[in-house]
């Protein structure tokens, strides 16, 4: 069983910034694709970002381009979502999910799930 937990979240002033982490266990860490969600009252589970197992391939919705980063570091089992510049509109339950199949936006496709971590952004 992989295991999932997110961690970081908080309340921030708009155009400040938070790291998300998500430490993974019960598996090869390695071996999965990892992606961040995100879920805002009453909407759907968005893609956000996603990451290769390799770390070198990166992966961004539209919206969050330019602002936000998505690392992995094998050694820890643990994958980052640096959020910068954040806007009101970011403000949502972020899930970290894993795969071992290929990148894909659809939320369905991923195996593995976090609890979720809350970011509120103030205006």
């Known amino acids: 069983q992989v295991q999932l937990v997110e961690s970081g979240g908080g309340l921030v002033q708009a155009g400040g910034s938070l790291r998300l982490s998500c430490v993974a266990s019960g598996g090869t860490f390695s071996s999965y694709l990892m992606a961040w969600f995100r879920q805002g009252p009453g909407i759907e589970r968005d893609f956000v970002a996603a990451i290769t197992w390799s770390g070198d391939n990166l992966y961004y919705t539209d919206s969050v381009k330019g602002r936000f980063i998505i690392s992995r570091d094998n050694a820890k089992n643990t994958v980052y979502l640096q959020m910068n510049s954040l806007k009101p509109e970011d403000t949502a339950v972020y899930y970290c999910?894993?795969?071992?199949?290929?990148?894909?936006?659809?939320?369905?496709?991923?195996?593995?799930w976090g609890q979720g971590t809350q970011v509120t952004v103030s205006s």
């Open positions: 999910a894993a795969t071992s199949g290929s990148v894909d936006r659809r939320a369905w496709q991923y195996d593995y």
